[in-house]
């Protein structure tokens, strides 16, 4: 079970990296796109934020989900589930400063899950 555990940490914490990357891209993008608008427009491309996303909800089905099983919480995979709704819903509004707040807030919430779970595993 310990080694379980360990594993699944390093789970979170690559999911937690993931969502630093995803806080990274989303304010460049919005400050490329204000200043570069050619070369923000690669960073809008919603191959980038799907992929982004596909990757989140694989480590998050993974270390969230696992957590469950390793030490019985639901609170970590809730959080971390709505996160990812949060997430996902971003994509379906148009490109601007209300995405990227929404999208900002799902990755924040999905982060926070990932750490509880980390936490709790320790």
Do not use: K, Q, W
Not at 42 to 64: M, N, Q, R
């Amino acid at each position: 079970m310990f080694l379980n555990a360990a594993r699944n940490v390093g789970i979170d914490r690559l999911a937690i990296g993931l969502s630093g990357l995803c806080l990274v891209h989303c304010v460049a993008t919005a400050v490329l796109v204000l200043v570069l608008a050619s070369a923000g427009g690669f960073l809008v491309d919603p191959h980038i934020h799907e992929i982004g996303l596909a990757l989140a909800i694989v480590l998050g089905a993974l270390g969230l989900g696992r957590g469950i099983f390793d030490h019985g919480y639901m609170m970590p995979s809730s959080i971390g589930g709505i996160g990812l709704g949060t997430m996902a819903g971003s994509l379906t509004m148009t490109h601007g400063i209300e995405e990227v707040v929404v999208s900002v807030f799902g990755v924040l919430v999905l982060a926070l899950g990932h750490d509880l779970n980390r936490r709790a595993l320790a």
